[in-house]
């Protein structure tokens, strides 16, 4: 019975040296979890004779997360499994994330099994997700739950998509004085003889952004703001290097320079430096002053500073319903303006019933159409949150909703798991969002090889849900999961294996000796 005994215990410390010697060989495999044997002792009625291994566990605590730069590895940060479905079509459960991608788009494992989640929404109308119309935020065109499918990334460009709105904030220096100080820059028009005219614009401080049309051709808007009046600006639009007619019909053609006027629109501040919302835009043409305003634009006569070199011509403020106006007369000898037309009807449409110039913080701006896109275009200009404080001119923000087409130039992952398809035009729209599963019990999982591993009756069914969501750890781009072998244990559990192993060795010689001893008497 005592080589019995002894057997039982060379076979148990024999099966922990062969569990040591697997973590010490998985001790650089991304994603595998350490086993360890549990021993239980043996006993026949009331005498013991030896030993057996009762289970082996792994454990399944969070390896060290190491950095490798590549895109598509990633970490679970915290609890959960990547879903995977493996090529016969069966659903395992891995923590290894070196993920690629193939050439239809699936992102797979070394193993060829493909990464599943949550794919889009298939009544969203994808076209318009891509042009960003459909986009709130979170990515509310992925649909979290029901049962996931295989990732798959779509190789499609994405569509250009029309300048809708600007937004911007500024300081205007409050220290500008209207009629001091002014830069100048020069338009080349054509006037109603086709012939070419140089058109001079003063202003004090000027600004340029990046608009898109119907088919992603870039418009360059050009703002010129010129100080009129204490806490009054007035802003004047060019598009590619030309002025605007607001007064056109349709709102959108170069500017004339014998009927048209330029597309401009006011900015009015309180003594606070505030922006205020009432009397500050026209959308179709000039600013509105009305006498009756609270805001006392000019003095009677004052030139706005927009001149024309050739034929003799300018175009003028007309103090009495602030409007501007052609003054095909010359000036007379003493500066005096002549010749202005009005137009009273005109301020009806910018006032309201109290008296007041209608609010508003934004101004439209149409922009001339090029051949097949959509002829003309217009788009707001919000300018809620400038300033007029004692500091230089300047742009403190300024962000635009249009951009040109684009073409799929990578992916990349993000902390919750959504798989994010980035385009050549800056764009970024998801392709779905990464499933994580979690078990009740995850010592019951049964080992498969290759990094997975399959649910059973003892680990109970998976629980499915998105990175951050819950116990569900976050996922970590560009980094894996190390292995969570500790190397210095496995070699003094193997040190004390080994001394077990030959203490039971011992055993069995001296039981031998003993026998011996008895035969010979």
Do not use: C
Not at 338 to 348: D, F
């Amino acid at each position: 019975m005592s080589f019995t005994t002894a057997l039982s215990g060379i076979n148990a410390q024999s099966e922990k040296l062969n569990v040591a010697g697997n973590n010490i060989a998985n001790s650089q495999t991304v994603g595998y979890k350490s086993s360890s044997v549990r021993f239980a002792d043996v006993f026949a009625g009331s005498q013991g004779i030896g030993v057996r291994v009762s289970d082996t566990r792994q454990d399944f605590t969070q390896g060290s997360v190491e950095s490798t730069g590549r895109n598509l590895d990633l970490a679970i940060s915290g609890d959960g499994f990547y879903r995977v479905e493996r090529p016969s079509g069966e659903a395992a459960f891995s923590r290894s994330g070196e993920f690629s991608m193939t050439s239809d788009g699936f992102i797979v494992n070394a193993q060829g099994a493909r990464l599943t989640g949550y794919g889009l929404d298939q009544n969203v109308d994808q076209a318009a997700v891509s042009r960003g119309e459909a986009m709130p935020f979170p990515f509310t065109d992925v649909v979290v739950g029901g049962a996931p499918q295989a990732l798959q990334v779509p190789a499609d460009d994405i569509p250009a998509r029309q300048t809708s709105e600007v937004n911007g904030t500024y300081n205007f220096d409050s220290r500008v004085r209207p009629g001091e100080g002014l830069n100048q820059v020069s338009f080349n028009l054509v006037d109603d003889t086709n012939e070419q005219v140089e058109v001079r614009l003063d202003y004090h401080y000027s600004n340029n952004y990046t608009t898109y049309d119907s088919l992603g051709n870039a418009r360059q808007v050009s703002t010129y703001f010129e100080k009129l009046a204490d806490n009054t600006w007035l802003a004047t639009v060019a598009v590619d290097g030309q002025l605007i007619d607001g007064s056109a019909a349709d709102g959108g053609s170069s500017l004339n320079p014998e009927s048209g006027t330029p597309q401009s629109f006011l900015l009015n501040f309180n003594q606070n430096g505030q922006l205020l919302t009432k009397a500050d835009v026209v959308s179709s043409g000039a600013p509105a002053a009305p006498a009756n305003s609270a805001f006392d634009l000019l003095p009677d006569n004052t030139v706005l500073g927009i001149t024309a070199v050739s034929p003799d011509f300018r175009f003028e403020l007309d103090t009495t319903n602030g409007r501007y106006v052609r003054n095909a007369n010359a000036l007379a000898a003493n500066g005096d303006v002549g010749g202005i037309t009005t137009n009273p009807g005109w301020i009806a449409d910018f006032i309201t019933e109290n008296g007041d110039v209608k609010s508003s913080s934004s101004a439209n701006v149409t922009i001339p159409g090029v051949q097949g896109a959509n002829n003309p275009f217009s788009f707001d200009f919000n300018f809620a949150g400038s300033s007029q404080f004692a500091n230089i001119s300047l742009e403190n923000e300024i962000n635009q909703n249009g951009y040109t087409s684009g073409s799929l130039a990578g992916i990349t992952v993000t902390a919750d798991g959504v798989v994010m398809r980035n385009f050549t035009n800056e764009q970024s729209r998801p392709a779905g969002q990464i499933a994580l599963a979690n078990f009740r019990n995850t010592e019951g999982l049964e080992p498969l090889g290759n990094n997975l591993w399959a649910a059973t009756n003892a680990s109970g069914l998976a629980n499915l849900g998105v990175p951050g969501a819950g116990r569900f750890g976050l996922i970590e781009s560009g980094a894996i999961e190390a292995s969570n072998v500790e190397l210095a244990k496995e070699l003094v559990d193997m040190i004390i294996s080994q001394r077990a192993y030959q203490a039971n060795s011992n055993t069995i010689s001296t039981q031998d000796e003993l026998l011996q001893t008895i035969i010979n008497l």
